[in-house]
């Protein structure tokens, strides 16, 4: 038989399962609903400090820029981990909404100090426009991202919404 593989080779294995011995068990069981809290909550408490700072116009510069991509790092992985179903099946005080509207306020407010920053960095190197250049926002982000190849330095501010 090894003449016959290819250097690997995967096997399944299956059991049946009397439906009757699952059929009671909670859906929710599927996931850990206390840790995917904790989590949710440990976000809440490290980015809740930023939004005043943020419309204080406090963080400029290389700290927008780097405050913008952790937000995004740490934000990330929570979808992934969030079951997604209605939020009525999931426990009261379910974070997901709160968490969004908070990882949104950050990356979004933060966009146009890291978008100066990262144009003036560059601007070091060359003489020529940089329309190309632009911080996305979350809205950006859940349509697509905009083609900006013609795009001129006007029409390269971030979008607000």
């Known amino acids: 038989m090894a003449r016959l593989t290819f250097g690997t080779l995967t096997v399944f294995r299956a059991r049946h399962v009397d439906l009757d011995s699952t059929i009671r ?3 929710m069981d599927a996931w850990d609903t206390t840790a995917i809290a904790r989590q949710y909550e440990s976000f809440i408490r490290q980015w809740s400090p930023l939004p005043p700072r943020i419309h204080a ?8 820029v780097r405050a913008r991509t952790e937000v995004m790092d740490s934000y990330r992985r929570l979808p992934i981990l969030d079951p997604q179903l209605p939020i009525q099946l999931l426990p009261p005080g379910w974070l997901r909404e709160p968490a969004r509207n908070l990882f949104a306020e950050v990356y979004d407010g933060l966009a146009t100090p890291a978008q100066d920053y990262v144009r003036a960095v560059a601007s ?3 003489t020529d426009p940089l329309p190309g250049i632009r911080a996305h926002t979350v809205a950006d982000l859940l349509s697509g991202l905009p083609d900006t190849r013609d795009a001129d330095e006007s029409s390269a501010e971030p979008s607000r919404s």
Not at 57 to 64: F, M, Y
Request: net charge positive.
């Open 124 to 126: 070091r190197f060359t």
């Open 57 to 64: 116009a406090r963080i400029t510069g290389a700290e927008a």
């Open 25 to 27: 068990r909670d859906p």
